[in-house]
């Protein structure tokens, strides 16, 4: 039985302070003033006040307009505006300012392209190196239609990571993702692994999936090579959106999480707030454990 989204009252785990702070304010008046986006903003991410005084944020490029209208997902989708060819270097003089060692970087699905947007990615990324050759890098990328072609652009600019979502278990996948699937993703995330590039996932949790069935996600992911996951609770924009049907406790991620490590992922990052970015800086290391 599914819970009202609008009736639902948070748990204890799942309550955050609000965000504040001198580094807040600095990393929300240099987005501001550089005219870029962040997921952080547009996907009401509960961990922006904890990272944006951490000095970090994950900036999204392409725009906040998606092309896809997937159920979940607070981003808004409509027709996107055109692209703008000066976000790249605005994008890396802010990750300059904010000395960041490491960045990470998403986009909208841009279906409206002929390439999905893999070249301005590639430009993106290249650039950001240009101007911060020491920084190490994690993009958080659409699927491309799972063209290879689409994919090698990204791949061949060389980020430190680069990570795919399948979002779900495979059963519910195409109940709340408006284009994308399951075996596609896998896929996707394949080819990256065997490009010699750490290969991440993430998939929430809450949207009435089995413990069984959240397993086999991890095994599928785990057979494909990817060598980081994260693993998080589902919340709902409103309630036009998926359901929220449960709030899976604090102990049950405990559980995925230690299911992972034995699965043999290099990290596991698993828990109530946990986000496809939190902690980025640290799935680094699966560079050296992977």
Same mark, same amino acid.
């Given at each position: 039985m599914s819970l009202k989204n609008d009736t639902i009252r948070l748990p204890r785990w799942m309550k955050v302070p609000m965000p504040k702070g001198?580094?807040?304010?600095?990393?929300?008046?240099?987005?501001?003033?550089?005219?870029?986006?962040?997921?952080c903003t547009s996907g009401n991410c509960p961990n922006k006040g904890e990272c944006?005084? +951490?000095?970090?944020?994950?900036? &999204?490029?392409?725009?906040?307009?998606?092309?896809?209208?997937?159920?979940?997902?607070?981003? /808004?989708?409509?027709?996107?505006?055109?692209?703008?060819?000066?976000?790249? /270097?605005?994008?890396?003089?802010?990750?300059a300012t904010l000395k960041l060692k490491h960045a990470v970087i998403t986009s909208v699905a841009r279906d409206d392209l002929h390439d999905g947007g893999a070249?301005?990615? +590639?430009?993106t990324i290249k650039s950001i190196k240009k101007v911060n050759p020491t920084v190490t890098m994690e993009v958080l990328i659409p699927d491309f239609d799972g063209k290879t072609e689409l994919l090698d652009y990204v791949i061949k600019a060389r980020p430190e990571v680069i990570s795919h979502n399948i979002e779900?278990? /495979?059963?519910?996948?195409?109940?709340?993702?408006?284009?994308?699937?399951?075996?596609?993703s896998l896929q996707v995330l394949k080819h990256i692994a065997s490009q010699g590039i750490v290969?991440?996932?993430?998939? &929430?949790?809450?949207?009435?999936?089995?413990?069984?069935?959240?397993?086999?996600?991890?095994?599928?992911?785990?057979?494909?090579? $990817?060598? $980081?996951?994260?693993?998080?609770?589902?919340?709902?924009?409103?309630?036009?959106?998926?359901?929220? &049907?449960?709030?899976?406790?604090?102990?049950?991620? +405990?559980?995925?999480?230690?299911?992972?490590? /034995?699965?043999?992922?290099?990290?596991?990052?698993?828990?109530?707030? $946990?986000?496809s970015s939190y902690h980025a800086e640290q799935h680094i290391? +699966?560079?050296?454990r992977g």
């Open positions: 001198e580094n807040y304010s600095k990393v929300r008046n240099l987005i501001h003033d550089h005219q870029l986006n962040t997921i944006w005084n +951490a000095g970090t944020a994950t900036f &999204m490029i392409l725009g906040e307009k998606c092309t896809r209208n997937c159920r979940f997902c607070y981003v /808004e989708a409509t027709k996107p505006d055109p692209i703008d060819w000066n976000e790249p /270097e605005r994008l890396a003089q802010t990750i070249r301005f990615w +590639a430009i779900t278990v /495979e059963r519910i996948s195409p109940k709340i993702r408006s284009k994308a699937t399951y075996q596609r290969a991440k996932s993430g998939i &929430m949790l809450g949207v009435g999936e089995t413990r069984d069935e959240v397993l086999q996600a991890l095994h599928d992911l785990r057979s494909v090579g $990817v060598s $980081v996951v994260t693993i998080g609770q589902y919340l709902p924009p409103g309630e036009l959106h998926t359901r929220l &049907m449960e709030y899976v406790k604090p102990e049950d991620f +405990a559980f995925y999480k230690q299911a992972g490590l /034995e699965m043999g992922f290099a990290y596991v990052e698993s828990g109530p707030l $946990v986000r290391h +699966a560079l050296k």
